[in-house]
């Protein structure tokens, strides 16, 4: 069964430093997702992407943070200076054209120290 | 903004037994309500979904329960197994919207 697979699957990270935490959604999806889940908390959205540029942000999703497809697999959320409070897992999620529901890889934890 | 609450935070259930979950909206313009199921370390996986047209919605063990007019519905297990356990997350959008807002989770414990 096709699945959204994300690398790496835990990253510790020192406050300040970028981070690029990557997705390969599923093959013939076009819509792309980041959510993140601090710990013991909701699943917030974070971006939409479509079509190479980004659909809807949240509020969350400020100048730090930005999202690319950088060759015909790839999906990845890049954090340009990390803080202690970017600590959470990531999400990355994927629809097709036509689908209703969006399919959830398993997870990047980032620990921010 | 909290759009979508959910309770109660955890509930322990012994095997056989129901478990519920409740949750409650407040944009009125959502109408597509996804349940998760998230197991440790893991992402959330679609479990069952429900539009506002149906009241209920049941695939095996699973039963949506929907309230249209007091913007709240809910996840029932029945028979609740120990593979039940987890973090079941409820949620909801718009339909030409594929954002999603969820609800706070609840962690749900099956007792053998």
């Known amino acids: ?18 981070v690029i935490l990557r997705c ?9 997702y980041w959510y993140r889940q601090i710990l013991g908390q909701k699943v917030e959205f974070l971006v939409s992407f479509y079509n190479n540029e980004i659909s809807e942000k949240s509020e969350i999703f400020d100048d730090q943070f930005s999202v690319e497809r ?8 890049k954090i340009r200076s990390t803080k202690l409070e970017d600590s ?9 054209s036509s689908g209703t529901e969006a399919f959830f890889g398993q997870g990047t934890r980032l620990t921010v120290v | ?15 056989g037994g129901i478990s519920i979950i409740n949750c409650a909206y407040e944009n009125t313009a959502f109408d597509y309500f996804p349940w ?11 479990l069952i979904a429900i539009r506002p047209d149906v009241s209920e919605k049941k695939e095996g063990r ?17 028979d609740s197994q120990p593979g039940d356990s987890a973090t079941y997350f409820c949620a909801a959008r718009t339909l030409w919207d594929y954002k999603l807002s969820f609800g706070a989770g609840t962690t749900v414990t099956v007792r053998a």
């Not at chain 2, 998760?36 to 679609?46: E, I, M, S, T, V």
């Open chain 1, 1 to 18: 069964e096709p699945e959204v697979t994300q690398t790496p699957s835990h990253q510790v990270t020192q406050m300040g430093q970028e």
């Open chain 1, 24 to 32: 390969v959604p599923i093959s013939n999806h076009l819509y792309f």
């Open chain 1, 70 to 77: 950088p060759d015909g697999s790839n999906f990845t959320l």
């Open chain 1, 88 to 96: 959470a897992m990531y999400f990355c999620a994927s629809r097709e």
């Open chain 2, 1 to 15: 903004q909290q759009q979508v609450k959910q309770s109660p935070q955890s509930l322990i259930v012994q095997k």
């Open chain 2, 36 to 46: 998760y199921q998230q197991f440790p370390g893991k992402g959330p996986a679609l």
């Open chain 2, 62 to 78: 699973f039963t949506i329960s929907f309230n249209k007019s007091a913007k709240q519905f809910s996840l029932h297990i029945m």
